[in-house]
């Protein structure tokens, strides 16, 4: 038989058999590798959740950035992990006297004198805690994507909305950026419903393993399941891949933090649509994202 005719009755062959056995949703099913995540920017090669490591993840060629957002004393949002300001910059030897150094009791510009460089090497000294805005842009200016984390939201009523508002005067809440190039995820269940309620295309990320049996809820208001590698099986990412989320398609799963080829090798073989790292090189040369 000709070639051609050969791919055609394969074609034919293969299309009756989708029909008759269609697949679960499952958004692994691609056949494409996970994407590949910079945790807090590239924070194993520059200071996390600053410019810096925003900038490292671009020069690695790294299209998806994660951060942490909290608010300032005076209103502003701002980009650092912790809710302290200790680990991360100078603030205990600025600021001696303003223990345990929360970022919600600093205002901006208190915070924008410190260096949240000079703790992870002196290259970085003089790297300052972005402001959201500054960190969106430069995201932008990298014409890279965000995963964008609202951090410890029971200390900061409305931070939700207050983010949306944020994004939107960048130019974050677009068509072309909710399509593809923004999530908004949290480990507060109600921090997520309430992105999801407050602007609907917005696509959202749940931080934990919820129970199967729980899974369904969650759908109602999130996109994506995003929990720890450590409590990730092969039977728990195609149980959620099996569920539909608020947006008609299969939920995904991203997971952190991989910083291993092994372990990045693992769970792609899960099927993960995601793996968040702080070594997004390490990554991508495991998994091919
Ligand atoms: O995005 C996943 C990860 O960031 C969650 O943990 O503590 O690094 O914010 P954490
Ligand atoms: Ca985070």
């Known amino acids: 038989m000709h070639a051609r005719a050969v791919a055609a009755s394969t074609a034919a062959l293969l299309g009756t058999a989708a029909l008759l056995f269609p697949s679960p949703a499952r958004a692994g099913d691609h056949g494409a590798s996970p994407l590949v995540i910079a945790h807090r920017g590239a924070s194993a090669y520059a200071p996390e959740n600053t410019l810096a490591a925003v900038d490292k993840a671009a020069e690695l060629g790294i299209a998806w950035v994660e951060n942490d957002v909290q608010r300032t004393r005076d209103g502003e949002l701002v980009v650092v992990h912790d809710d302290s300001l200790r680990r991360t910059t100078d603030a205990e030897e600025v600021f001696p006297d303003r223990a345990p150094w929360k970022v919600k009791d600093f205002t901006a510009a208190e915070i924008a004198r410190l260096d949240a460089g000079s703790w992870f090497g002196p290259a970085y000294a003089g790297a300052r805690v972005p402001t959201l805005r500054q ?3 430069r995201v932008e200016h990298h014409h890279q994507k965000l995963l964008l984390e609202i951090k410890n939201p029971q200390l900061y009523p409305g931070i939700e909305r207050q983010t949306l508002k944020l994004l ?11 399509a593809d190039r923004l999530v908004v995820q949290s480990f507060s269940p109600d921090s997520v419903r309430t992105v999801h309620e407050l602007r609907p295309g917005v696509k959202t990320g749940f931080l934990g393993t919820p129970g199967v049996a729980d899974l369904a809820a969650y759908a109602a208001f999130a996109d994506q399941i995003n929990p720890s590698h450590g409590s990730l099986s092969l039977g728990y990412v195609s149980a959620v891949h099996a569920f539909r989320g608020p947006h008609g398609r299969p939920l995904e799963v991203c997971t952190w933090t991989v910083d291993d080829a092994a372990t990045a090798q693992r769970v792609a073989g899960y099927g993960v649509d995601g793996i968040i790292t702080n070594k997004p090189d390490v990554v991508r040369d495991a998994v091919g994202g």
């Open 135 to 137: 960190f969106v842009d």
């Open 168 to 178: 939107s005067n960048e130019g974050w809440l677009d068509a072309p950026h909710l």
